[in-house]
């Protein structure tokens, strides 16, 4: 068991963990934060991304060790006090999900992609190439993402 | 828990690293940015007895080195410095998605060497090379051996790789087609061409490991074509891979003659 502490969503955790545990699985089993979804668990479908020091990841290929020291955000870590941040909002307006299986991880790339400024429509298309979406048909998400980079 | 147990080590120091290697063998595996031994963990397809964590070893920096840059080997793919190089600018965004080369590094890339993956492609056009922990220079052209196969030794670890500067006048291409945006490549090639006429071109995907072939300068795509044999699978007919290579190669070339100046 290795000594790892880790900050998730602000607040400092404090863990034993095998070598062997994913970031994923840490965050939904250990800590109980289940808006990280798991899909394919080898990088393609993007559910389980989460920001690493504040670089969007791939929760699923990261051990939880490799975290230890770091700053995780998750989707439970958007909304402030109840209310949907920016992005949120503008999903929830453009009907940019149906399940929502996949949204967790397209909403925290989105936030990493548009902390880089503003994106072109280009750059949204390709960020989304790595997010499966079963539902949508993406369109609407793409809208979603440029309307919160106020473009 | 989907990887099966391991060990796990987090050197500090590149000598640390490499006498983890030289101790351990076939049985370590090195992390990177995991963005496929992490995959291949999960599936246990790998089962390393000891994952060495190279994450904090210091091998993230960018240098003027003799004509080239030497690339630190945990410098991740999406570090726009690397973009600065117009064929590794045409060539990274068919590099996974915006989160896996964001983890990914260039380095674990080369050392993976999956012969459908596109850095160890531009590498081997470029005449680049790695740098290991025991001091070796190892040409690409010498180092890719096959598919997942580098004449790296057990014990060595790749430390940098070498990437020539943009040549003078010279105009750069990659051209790529995937199943999917981000997949790996059904084949993919790439040109350098000169403001006298000079021409090189590699291929990948569509041979077992990167490949520089010597093409006929009025019919670049068809001799191409005709020095490949590639494999057949469930998505794509050998002869369809074949015809594939002559059309990227054809339009990499024609790009790069189009950006080269006299």
């Keep these: 068991m290795i000594d790892v502490v880790v900050k998730v969503n602000g607040h400092e955790r404090r863990e034993a963990l095998e070598p062997r545990l994913l970031l994923s699985d840490f965050l939904r089993h250990t800590l109980g934060l289940t808006g990280t979804h798991v899909g394919c668990e080898h990088g393609v479908c993007g559910a389980c991304t989460v920001l690493l020091d504040g670089v969007a990841v791939r929760s699923c290929l990261l051990l939880a060790v490799q975290a230890d020291g770091a700053e995780i955000v998750t989707v439970e870590g958007l909304a402030g006090n109840g209310e949907l941040n920016a992005l949120q909002a503008a999903f929830r307006e453009h009907h940019a999900l149906q399940c929502g299986f996949c949204t967790p991880g397209i909403l925290l790339a989105a936030t990493d992609l548009l902390a880089r400024g503003t994106p072109t429509r280009e750059q949204i298309v390709d960020l989304l190439s790595g997010h499966l979406c079963r539902c949508t048909g993406y369109e609407s998400i793409v809208e979603a993402i440029a309307q919160a980079a106020g473009t | ?262």
């Design chain 2, 1 to 262: 828990m989907k990887p099966a147990p391991f060990r796990y080590a987090r050197p500090e120091t590149v000598e640390e690293a490499a006498s983890l290697l030289a101790e351990h063998g076939d049985e370590a595996k090195v992390l990177a940015g995991g963005q496929s031994l992490v995959p291949m963990l999960n599936m246990r397809i790998a089962r390393p007895s000891l994952v060495v964590d190279a994450n904090r070893l210091p091998l993230d920096g960018i240098a003027e080195e003799n004509g080239s840059w030497r690339v630190g080997a945990l410098v991740r793919q999406a570090d726009p410095r690397l973009l600065e190089h117009p064929l590794l600018a045409e060539a990274i965004p068919f590099v996974g998605h915006f989160a896996t080369r964001n983890r990914g590094t260039v380095g674990g890339s080369i050392a993976h060497a999956d012969a459908a993956a596109e850095l160890p492609v531009c590498l081997t056009l470029l005449g680049g090379a790695a740098v290991t922990s025991s001091g070796r220079t190892i040409p690409a052209q010498e180092l890719f051996v096959t598919h997942f196969t580098t004449s790296l030794e057990p014990d060595e670890l790749l430390v940098a790789t070498l990437w020539p500067r943009p040549a003078a006048g010279f105009g750069y291409a990659f051209a790529e087609l995937a199943q999917r945006r981000g997949d790996y490549a059904l084949c993919m090639a790439a040109a350098a061409a000169g403001p006298r006429g000079e021409l090189r071109v590699a291929l990948g995907a569509v041979v077992d490991r990167p490949t520089v072939v010597d093409v006929d300068p009025d019919a670049p795509g068809r001799s191409a074509a005709a020095q490949v044999e590639p494999f057949g699978n469930l998505h794509a007919s050998a002869r369809y891979l074949r015809h594939l290579a002559g059309v990227l190669v054809e339009r990499a070339v024609a790009r790069a003659r189009e950006r080269a100046r006299p």
